[in-house]
């Protein structure tokens, strides 16, 4: 086998996560000693320090031992390294993604000639921020960043892979990125690259701008980003030309007061050709391309940059404002990725310019299980991988930490152990392990996968009269994923009692089941049923029809820190049936097509009057 740098380094980023005692650091250790003759005679042990058992795990695994060698002591590992000609006994030179970099940790300066313990492989470098990954840190597999020339570091080996590997462009590699809890795919990403350099636009700013506007096609922020495949809200009209074959159609409607439709994309693809041509100066409006800082690309957006039209109403110092920040979170995040990214092929033309995806093409694909179809929420006790196949194989995209939880609609059972499935917002399946089979569970389902309590149904709209926490589960135990506040309002469709609480419950926008507590169980309300709070809120019978002059809010509650559902404009109307004098202000009500009551303010109470009435 030939092996390059990409090649070592996809090995090593499987097991990322990896930690010293689990089934898969066992593989690793019977791997090394499976092989023979060992180094030294020695048969390595679960116990023994590992970092450099996983640097000749990866030899082995990629047929590079001939250019690595094969030790489980780094000292040691060093000789092999000088007899093959492939030493750098240096510690203060920028390294290259797949070379081989060794630890003193005696000494914390250069030039450091101390004992070499602790080895890793470089993963990418970035300014003088090199990226490794390491066996045995922490007894696990992590990724590590260190500044170049820093005091530890012994020195490098530099194995001859097979030529252009490490300076000719390679497809990208690196796996997914992650912000906030969100996750953009490889795939995808490899997608962005593609159409992002046709124009010569830098693909990584494109992927910060997406962030900003949909958080990556999230459902809970952006129903159009995930329901139309329109991650950063492009409208009707919108036409393309016809050499890019984009399949698109009309989509979900814009809101009322500003009309129209979004576009809906077919797929993802569709919709990154979509984008990058608008960007594009054959499109003609925005001035991004060959942008090579974050701030430039930004300008170019807007008029102050020679665009001719902005691209935001908020303008250019808000967006900036958003936008860069935004980019250096992903960046720190994301280690040597933005880097790698932006300094990719497009691909190769013989598979459309998208070679197949690991995080689809999983290992194990042949194996066979069953998958149960069960609906719950997992509350982990410890930091658990997120995989794209259930198994210890399978590669670790994301993670869950305590505090957060997992809805997931079936289990699988594979590999010794039992592991909970979900689609994920790219819209692949994911897989959690639950416990390991007959034996160490890793988090709770409360009340078990059946929830144990009885939902009953009742329809109503309630008013919080403090703030109050929207969870995912009727317990006190449930991730808090949203709030509500005085003067805004749920309707709700049914109520629990579970957890010394009665719990209000809804289906979100994004369409998980969500609770909200009403009151402890025979003790303390939180709010109220009814809108009118005060008797100086009460609602006079009084029927007429209102013409605004300017344009005003359409809320929840008849007061200004009710929730703004809607707008009127001028030259608009509404029937109202009644009205309310609350919070210095005159309210207008009606009843909305949702069944709702809702309220306009007519006019400051003595004062300013916001149109007429007839």
Known sequence: MATTVTNILQEASKYIGVVQGSAQHIQIVNKYNSVKPLPQGYQVTYDDDWCDTFISYLAIQTGAVDLIGRECGVQRHIDIFKNLGIWIEDGTIKPKPGDIITFAWSTSYQPNNSWADHIGIVESVSGNTITTIEGNSSRSVRRRTYSVGHGNIRGYARPSYQTGSSSTPQQYSGGALTNAGRTMTQNNIRLIIQYAKQYNIKPSFMIAQMYIESHWGDPNTSVVGSVDNNWSGISQPFTAPSDLAIKMSRGSARPSNEGGYYVHFDTLEDYFKAYAFILSNRNGIYKVQGATTIEAFCKGLFRVGGATSDYAASGYQHYVNL??????????????????????????????????????????????FHRTQEFGTFFPNTTVNVRDYPSLQGNVLAQYTIGESVTYDSYVINNGYVWLSYISYSGSRRYVAWRVQNGEKFGTIPSGSNDGFTRVPENGTFFPE?????????????????????????????????????????????????????????????????????????????????????????????????????????????????????????????????????????????????????
Not at 328 to 346: R, T, V
Not at 349 to 362: A, F, L
Not at 533 to 551: A, C, D, H
């Open 466 to 614: 403090m703030t109050i926490n929207v969870r995912d589960y009727p317990s006190t135990q449930g991730n808090i994923v949203a709030q509500y506040h005085v003067g805004e309002s749920v309707i709700y469709d049914s109520y629990i009692i579970n957890n010394g609480y009665v719990w209000l419950s809804y289906i979100s926008y994004s369409g998980p089941r969500r609770y909200v507590a009403w009151r402890v169980q025979g003790g303390e309300l939180f709010g109220s049923f009814n809108a009118e709070l005060t008797p100086s809120t009460q609602r006079i019978l009084e029927t007429g029809v209102f013409y605004p002059n300017k344009t005003i809010n359409v809320r929840a509650f008849p007061g200004t820190q009710g929730n703004v559902l809607a707008q009127y404009t001028n030259g608009e109307n509404f029937t109202y049936d009644s009205y309310v004098i609350n919070d210095g202000y005159v309210w207008l009500s009606y009843v909305a097509s949702s069944g709702s009551r809702r309220y306009v303010a007519w006019r400051v109470q003595g004062g300013e009057t916001f149109g007429t009435i007839i």
């Open 323 to 368: 936008l860069v920040p935004t980019y250096n979170a992903i960046k720190q995040q994301n280690p040597g990725k933005l880097e790698q990214i932006d300094s990719s092929e497009a691909g190769p033309e013989n598979t459309g310019g998208v070679s197949p995806d690991p995080e689809i093409s999983n290992p194990g694909d042949n194996d066979t």
